[in-house]
């Protein structure tokens, strides 16, 4: 297995970092409100000299960036647009994710505790006013209570709503605008004006003395209520990193100086002996020097069946040793392991943006200022065209308007599909690099496959073992197998572990003679071996039959290797070896099929071996000998054709066509090279992680599509019903408190439909 072989060089530069000029550093974010802070944030940044790329992840609150630039200049530039950052340098995974949890659990903490505030004195008053309590100003007595109760709503603006009034500032400062614009200017403007009620109730009209503080404290708390739950279930998205950590141990017990220790996981160092006791977790990468054990890898292949290790075998951090005690030599330790890079390969997808999600930014950066024209706007027609109180009517249309077009449910619709979206992929075995290749892989209309290594197994095998004088299979290829310990040959190393599989052990051989050409000769106890093609029997006249050479012939037709293998002078079977096909790879190219996918196989061997595979698996359109160069000519032909391309392979050779590709997908018991050019990894070595890949890809653009769609129509149809579009028909104006509610319902209902993803569950057929 070389899946612990995963992405070890993408880590280096990560590890190699020397303050205070890191490559690649992440940023958390204080402050940040809405999806229009994205834009800004992001701008600023790519604007400081040394800044190469800084990608936002908003429903994180978090920022990766990468350039020679320190922590302190990049804090200090994003203070300079009115938000708060911190360092995330220094800190495992698992304590960046322990501090970012408990800093969220503190904030839903404080914005319930500011809700309850804010809604113990809205509503009071909002079923005073819907039980028919005046809400004017019109005697000393009216006005000193109303005069308390603004005093009371001011407090509560302090203390429940000073986040949005601070945010609101900073923006102003920097010439910007965004949520917390609209909610300051919303709810201010409606205190403002109610308080001219109290202090000045002669300067307005007797049905425009109508006071608003209800809604200005009902329209924070529902804010912060609506907040609080977005952060309740932003936590939530975090769950496969949790779940990817909580793989790896505390501890390893490492062999120094012939002692065994147990130290804490970061002390182990490269060439550590390390023992592992059965039920153990593997605490790093490495390769077994002694014992043998069944490792249980599911949680990273996805594969339930444990998998046999011997001495020499690699084993993968975070498994679990499942029976015997192995003593292992570390080989990748710290964030070198694949674990490690599971890890990072899985926050960088969630950190990433489709371009369907900074589509979203654009608008949301634009949709801010558009929304304070319009509301100013909605103003200028109610005080001039109006009835009256046309002022009240102003006020409220105005305020309404700027509560309703909030976009901080627009900000969320991407990132929180994206993340559960590649948690669930994570879950399955799929590795996405980024949200590109998330929101391609949906689209994709024709997928190339590679063979060896891709179809087939990618290593020869015994695949029949035709009897002819012999009476035992095991017997004939217990002896096939010491005949063939003594051979270099790679077909002859494929007998012996086809044996080795099977729980035989190959006994000495004696007498060993290649004949080259033809196959080898020798002695195994008191029998006297030949194994090779029918020239070698002819030549040393062993009789082969019709019946024997044409079940070699319909082997050979099958794309497999048939040998003849003679024991004293007599033959006794027909054995073929060949790259089998892996056990489900037949379902799995099924499965693109029947979604509409165009399936093509590539592979460099020779046209007979080829056909006979593409048959087996029903693939109607393959292209045989073909060179590394030419499968990526193949993948430019098909695009050229309009066709979205899809390629999977596991070689070095497969490489270019990976890379040149829409989506390479690489088979993750491959090279490394072939991992590092493709943009999805499928860690089973499965060919269903495709149709699961493209199934969740899928699932995960119609939930973000439906986020949009629900955010921005709900976004862009409220505001002219809140600007008064139905007063003249219905002679109903909306109210700002509704609007509020109805904003906080708009993020619950987004974070809600992306955590739907969760239930999702690809179909194998």
């Known amino acids: 297995m070389q899946e612990n072989q995963k992405l070890k060089d993408a880590s280096h530069n990560a590890d ?111 079923l005073y006013s819907i039980a028919g309590g005046p ?57 403002l004006y109610s308080m001219v009620v109290v202090f000045f109730p002669q300067l307005l009209p007797e049905m425009a003395r109508h006071v608003y503080f209800e809604a200005t404290a009902m329209i924070i708390g529902l804010i912060d209520l609506g907040l609080a739950l977005e952060v309740k279930a932003r936590g939530r998205t975090s769950e496969a990193i949790k779940r990817l950590i909580g793989l790896q141990p505390k501890t390893a017990r490492v062999i120094r100086d012939n002692k065994e220790t147990d130290i804490t996981i970061e002390q182990v160092l490269m060439a550590d002996m390390v023992r592992v006791r059965p039920g153990e977790k593997i605490p790093v990468d490495g390769v077994v020097m002694e014992g043998q054990s069944a490792v249980d890898e599911s949680m990273l292949t996805g594969e339930p069946m444990p998998v046999e290790k011997h001495k020499g075998d690699e084993i993968v951090a975070g498994t679990i040793n499942k029976s015997g005690s192995i003593i292992f030599k570390a080989t990748r330790v710290g964030k070198d392991t694949a674990l490690a890079q599971i890890i990072k390969m899985v926050k960088r997808a969630q950190n990433s943006k489709p371009p369907i999600g900074r589509l979203a930014d654009v608008i949301s950066a634009y949709f801010v200022p558009v929304v304070m024209i319009i509301s100013v706007s909605s103003a200028l027609v109610w005080l ?17 308007v700027l509560i309703i077009a909030c976009p901080c449910a627009l900000g969320l619709a991407t990132p929180m599909s994206v993340m559960v979206g590649v948690g669930k992929a994570a879950e399955a075995g799929v590795l996405i690099r980024n949200g590109e290749a998330l929101q391609t892989a949906s689209k994709i209309t024709a997928m190339i496959l590679d063979k060896t290594g891709t179809i087939t197994l990618g290593a020869p095998k015994v695949t029949d073992i ?13 002896l096939a197998a010491s005949l063939e310990a003594g051979s270099e040959h790679p077909l002859a190393l494929s007998i012996v572990e086809s044996a080795v599989e099977r729980g035989l052990t190959p006994d000495k051989v004696e007498n060993f003679s290649a004949i080259a050409g033809h196959g080898v000769e020798g002695v195994v106890g008191t029998h006297k071996l030949l194994f090779g093609n029918e020239k070698l029997m002819q030549d040393k006249k062993i009789v082969v039959d ?4 044409k079940t070699a012939q319909e082997m050979a ?3 497999k290797t048939p040998m003849y293998f003679a024991v004293d002078g007599q033959l006794a079977a027909v054995i073929a070896v060949a790259d089998p096909i892996k056990e489900d790879s037949i379902t799995a190219i099924k499965r693109l099929q029947q979604n509409g996918i165009r399936v093509v196989m590539l592979t460099g061997d020779n046209r007979a071996t080829a056909k006979a595979v593409a048959d087996k698996v029903g693939i109607t359109e393959f292209f045989a000998e073909v060179l590394p160069a030419d499968k990526a000519k193949k993948v430019a032909e098909l695009q050229r054709q309009n066709e979205i391309v899809g390629m999977t392979g596991d070689g070095i050779n497969d490489a270019p066509a990976l890379a ?39 699932a995960t653009l119609r939930n973000i599509k439906q986020n949009l769609f629900g955010a921005f129509i709900y976004n862009a149809a409220g505001v002219p019903f809140a600007a008064g579009i139905l007063y003249p028909f219905t002679g109903v104006l909306l109210n700002p408190v509704i609007a509020g509610a109805a904003m906080a319902l708009s993020s619950l209902t987004v974070v809600s439909n992306a955590n739907r993803l969760r239930l999702f569950k690809p179909q194998e057929h």
């Open 384 to 400: 001039n065209f109006g009835p009256e109180p046309s002022l009240a009517f102003a006020i409220v249309s105005a305020t309404t």
């Open 660 to 698: 040149l590709a829409n989506v390479g997908f690489a088979i993750g018991t491959g090279t490394d090279v072939a991992i590092e050019s493709s943009d999805i990894t499928l860690m089973r070595g499965s060919l269903h992680g495709l149709a699961d890949a493209i199934a969740i890809s899928k």
């Open 466 to 478: 035709h009897l002819v004088t012999a009476n035992n299979e095991e017997d004939v290829l217990q």
């Open 135 to 191: 809400m004017t100003v019109e005697t000393s007595l009216e006005r000193g209570i109303w005069l308390g109760i603004g005093l009371l709503c001011a407090g509560v603006m302090y203390v429940a709503g000073k986040h949005f009034y601070i945010g609101a500032w900073k923006s102003l400062v920097n010439h910007s605008a965004n949520m917390d614009t609209l909610i300051a200017l919303g709810t201010g403007t409606a205190w």
């Open 16 to 126: 190699n970092e020397v303050s205070p000029s890191p490559v690649s550093q992440e940023l958390i974010i204080e402050g940040a409100g809405c999806a229009s802070c994205v834009g800004k944030i992001e701008s600023v940044l790519k604007k400081v000299p040394g800044v190469n790329a800084a990608v936002m992840n908003f429903a994180q609150r978090t920022v990766s960036i990468d350039g020679n630039v320190s922590s302190g200049v990049l804090i200090e530039a994003i203070e300079s647009v009115g938000y708060n950052a911190k360092s995330a340098a220094g800190a495992s995974d698992d304590e960046l994710l322990d501090e970012k949890e408990q800093a969220d659990e503190a904030y839903y903490k404080r914005l319930i505790r500011e809700m309850g505030i804010a809604l113990g004195l809205g509503v009071p008053l909002m």
């Open 557 to 559: 037709a099958e794309a």
């Open 546 to 549: 019709n019946s024997a050479i």
